[in-house]
């Protein structure tokens, strides 16, 4: 099968490589569309567990084949894959929060993914969705899950500063108009802001945080300045949510970690999501996820070079997506 391949750090291509092998328990889904995250740039930057390896973890398919332990009306079906693998034998799996798994796998960084024609998935895995939705909507399932848990962590009758705009903070947005939540954005680029405008978002602009004043703030960046912002943005009792992933240390100056203190602001770590329930969640609502807007460019397999140089150093995108078929 065709496959985009990482053979070391800014070294990928498509090539020819076995397809899976599906185990007792699996489907073999054929991937119709696969998301391409912050963090594979990170990886193909940076560097990787190993390598070789296929990276890609926001996928959605059809089960062509099953093993012969599972029922074969399976095949043909529409998919999502929860990419995390756990143990299912540690305490956090015993309790079900399989995300914070003590010896998970993971597919796209600690073994192969999405970048390809073919993958083999656990069954339990696999959420299946209605085949009124396309494959690229269905494709924004992972990152919309991790949305709808960040969201979760707080009150429903507040109000909430957004600080990041990458596609998981504005799929937080969504969600929370859903709830009918007042959003407001924090924002340094004018073309962002009024992408997200044109979604129906308030934006903020970074030089007007300190006259605003939140209940809570979603960092979504994973940055000193914007956990900065969220700590000078949120009111005394209120609540920070880190979502955002640090491209490294995190060092908050004495004044204001003693605001974190004096105010008694809460902050609360996310990682990933809470599978099934969220999932469940996206998976009926997907209608409510303007794909076409949000996923801004599209590649082949055979793009892949193209499409990390240009993802990289674009000036506007919000996601970048690989298609098959």
Known sequence: MKACVLQGIEKIEQTKVARPNVKVG????????????????????????????????????EIVAVAEDLDKNLIGKRVVVFPLLPCKKCQNCQSRNY???ENYNYFGS???GGFAEFLSVPLWNLKIFEDKFDF????????????????SKLRADKRICIVGSGV?????????????????????????????????????????????????????????ESLQSCIEA??????IILVGNPKGAINLPQKVYWKILREELQIIGVWNSDYPKDWDFVLKNL???????????TFKLQECQEAFKFLSNANFHI???????
Do not use: M
């Open 26 to 61: 699996e489907a073999l889904v054929q991937i119709k569309a696969c998301g391409i995250c912050s963090s594979d740039l990170d990886r193909f930057h940076k560097g990787a567990y190993h390598y070789p390896l296929i990276l890609g973890h926001e996928i959605s398919g």
């Open 99 to 101: 995300a914070q798994c």
């Open 110 to 112: 600690r073994r192969d």
């Open 136 to 151: 690229l909507n269905a494709s924004l399932c992972e990152p919309a899950a991790v949305a709808k848990h960040a969201l």
């Open 168 to 224: 998981i903070g504005i799929l937080i947005g969504i969600w929370a108009k859903l709830e009918n939540l007042r959003i407001s954005f924090l924002i340094r680029n004018a073309t962002k802001a009024k992408f997200l405008e044109s979604l129906g978002f308030e934006v903020i602009f970074n030089e007007k945080i300190a006259t605003q004043k939140f209940d809570s703030c979603i960092e979504c960046v994973g940055s000193e």
């Open 234 to 239: 949120t009111k005394s009792k209120g609540k």
């Open 287 to 297: 209608d409510k996820i303007p794909a076409k807007s949000l996923i801004t460019h």
């Open 319 to 325: 996601k970048g997506t690989f298609v098959n078929g």
